[in-house]
């Protein structure tokens, strides 16, 4: 089984920034790709940034300039670093990683969730 522990979120006032952390442990063999995603108050989840073990990253539209996702391979830990936030980036943000336990054995694990609020 493979645990996903997320930290940094918070209160940060528009303009400001914040770096997530999400932290991977349990029984690891590899981890291929890594992800953040975020849900909004009424709204469904939805796909922030992505990185894969080789370090190619793709962005969602509307935090394109703004964020960057990063990977530490050896920590199996991602980051999301979040500059300019607005109030429309509010959001509980999750993480995510899909690798393989064993060799044979493929997991697609979820983080507990930490809330980020931007006020105006």
């Known amino acids: 089984q493979v645990h996903l522990v997320e930290s940094g979120g918070g209160l940060v006032q528009a303009g400001g920034s914040l770096r997530l952390s999400c932290a991977a442990s349990g029984m690891i063999f590899s981890i291929s790709a890594m992800g953040w995603y975020r849900q909004g108050p009424g709204k469904q989840r939805e796909l922030v940034a992505t990185?894969?073990?080789?370090?190619?990253?793709s962005y969602q539209e509307s935090v394109k300039g703004r964020f960057t996702i990063s990977r530490d391979n050896a920590k199996n830990t991602v980051y999301l670093q979040m500059n300019s936030l607005k109030p429309e980036d509010t959001a509980v943000y999750s993480c995510?990683?899909?690798?393989?336990?064993?060799?044979?054995?493929?997991?697609?694990?979820w983080g507990q969730g930490t809330q980020v609020t931007v006020s105006s």
């Open positions: 995510n990683a899909k690798g393989l336990s064993t060799p044979v054995t493929v997991f697609d694990s």
């Open positions: 990185i894969t073990r080789g370090g190619s990253t």
